[in-house]
């Protein structure tokens, strides 16, 4: 009997068995990371985003408020004119999501290490865009004043409304959940008074504020949790309703160390001279006192450059093989009165 000196081998990966053996494997995994990265990242939808296919910048327009007056029986009608301005975001440099393996057909066909690696490529690059973000709607909420638009670089335009941080009275009220319940509404009371009423107002907290709330002795002392008067969430599921309207999100993300040095949690933009972006410093800051975060879209601005990808590259010289994954985005404060922080004393 003979046998034959080469057989034929199902490549698991191809389509039809045609074409490139790992595209079915490339497209699994990109999925998968895209979608890790979906249900990890909860800042991006969040922001006024933008997508640009070219170039690094984009400018956002800042539109004013208009008046109005009375008009005089025979006069000429005048129209007003409503002040403008603009901020330009610009993109930082390509965060990226390696991981290499020394057999890609193994690696990609055992389930639970597949799995693994897409749930990490996607946690990082969701965390640095969480992190970014959070940072920025944190110094959007610190700025009060003319002076503080100037010092974070931002142009004032004519009519410019500002809120003011909001600070709890004594140390350890950022752990009760009566103290931050009123948080919430003082800052919500501000929003309403300079008739900021943009899309929908989210709060961000840390998981120890958040789950403050939850940590309830008793429920009839508490409106937020009391069904009787309109309170909803769970406490045996974790779920914290929306409070005066406000949707309360937990994520551990949110910046709460001094950063004015550095980045501590997550890796900076390089500098010029690393031939990088030059916005190294762009979303350091002091967060030490940061314990929440309430905002609506208008306040940060997203700009996009590359959605998540994901690439196969060999490396013949390794004997393996790179899963790569990437993001080219960028963060910057749009309109500051539509971001008010909690701030621990």
Known sequence: MSFPTTQIVSRTGQHNNQGDSRAGFLKLFSGEVLTAHRSQNIALSLTRKRTIKEGKSKVFPMIGRNTAYYHKPGDLIQASR??????????????????????IDEAMNHFDVRKEYSFQN????????????FRMVAKAGLIASVEDMKAAGLMPI???????????????????GQKIYDAIFEAKSQLDRKKLKAGKFVCVLPPDQYNALLKIKNIDTSPWM?????????VSQGVVPTIGGIRILMSANLPSENETEGL???????????IGSGNQAKYRGDYSKVVGIIF????????ERWNITSKIVDEPLRFGTTLLSYQLVGHDIIEPEFAITLLKQ
């Open 296 to 303: 609506a879209d208008p306040a940060v601005g997203t700009l």
């Open 158 to 176: 004519k009519g410019q409304i500002y809120t003011e941080p909001v600070s709890f009275k004594a140390a350890g009220d950022e752990l009760d």
């Open 122 to 133: 996607g946690e990082a690059l969701s965390d640095i865009i969480d992190y970014n973000i």
């Open 82 to 103: 409503i002040p403008g301005a603009e901020r330009t975001i610009t993109i930082d440099d390509v965060a990226v999501a390696p991981v290499f393996i020394a057999d």
């Open 264 to 274: 501590i949690d997550t890796p900076e933009p390089l500098l010029d001279t690393e």
């Open 226 to 234: 009391h069904r009787d008067v309109g309170g909803g969430g769970s």
